[in-house]
């Protein structure tokens, strides 16, 4: 167990919905990260924060945002879903120590959009 | 940019025979920082090492070992004497210390499929 939770585990969904993805971190680490892993893509990073700031900024769609809270965790929101949105979307934390640190990573959410 | 290639993409082999991944990676930054995760049929990624560019010094934790070789640019990954619950899905991953942030550039994976 890394120690990272993501909810929900499972999710299915019709295309042109919206849905939300929750992440809470290791205790203790500042770093968000999220990652979408599919079969014709593989695992692509999509966006990091730290400490409630974006830090960095992957091939993220637009229909797609973030944002970490206050207490760390973090949403990822998915919108106008179309059915190449279904993938496994891991969240991921670190203790944000620039470059050097360990990502950690959730158990995932499967999104399955029909 | 930065890109990390791991060729095979399955490899088959039976209990306790050794088996090494291989993991290329390209990058421009002279400090960086390479990973190795296994992704098990239940899904989840597990952390399995980190090393620095700096440190080229070779790993071994229990039966795995890591080969690191800056000259080559490779990061190869070594399970000795394999199990049958070693089979997964192995991640190479980079990380550029010049980049935003802490992203991390993985390889396509390579599943391993241990027979008993």
């Known amino acids: 167990d890394s120690g990272v939770t993501q909810t929900p585990k499972h999710l299915i969904t019709a295309t042109g919905q919206r849905v939300t993805l929750r992440c809470s971190p290791r205790?203790?680490?500042?770093?968000v990260y999220w990652y979408q892993q599919s079969l014709d893509q593989g695992l692509q990073f999509l966006i990091q924060y730290y400490n409630g700031e974006e830090r960095a900024k992957g091939n993220i769609l637009e229909r797609f945002s973030a944002q970490q809270f206050p207490d760390l965790h973090s949403e990822l929101n998915l919108s106008s879903l179309e059915l190449g949105d279904s993938a496994l979307y891991f969240c991921a934390s670190s203790a944000g120590l620039p470059h050097s640190d360990t990502q950690y990573f959730g158990p995932g959410t499967r999104l399955t959009v029909l | 940019a930065q890109k990390v290639t791991q060729a095979q993409t399955e490899i088959s082999v039976v209990e306790k025979e050794d088996v090494t991944l291989d993991c290329v990676y390209e990058t421009r930054d002279t400090t960086y920082y390479l990973f190795w995760y296994k992704q098990p049929p239940s899904g989840e990624l597990v952390f399995l090492i980190r090393r620095n560019s700096f440190d080229e010094q070779n790993e071994i934790s229990g039966r795995y070992s890591w080969n690191f070789q800056k000259s080559t640019s490779s990061f190869n990954f070594t399970i000795t004497a394999s199990q049958v619950v070693d089979s997964a899905v192995y991640f190479c991953?980079?990380?550029?210390?010049?980049?935003?942030?802490?992203?991390?550039?993985f390889g396509g994976g390579t599943r391993v499929l241990v027979k008993p």
């Open positions: 205790s203790g680490d500042l770093s």
């Open positions: 991953a980079l990380s550029e210390a010049k980049a935003a942030g802490n992203k991390l550039t």
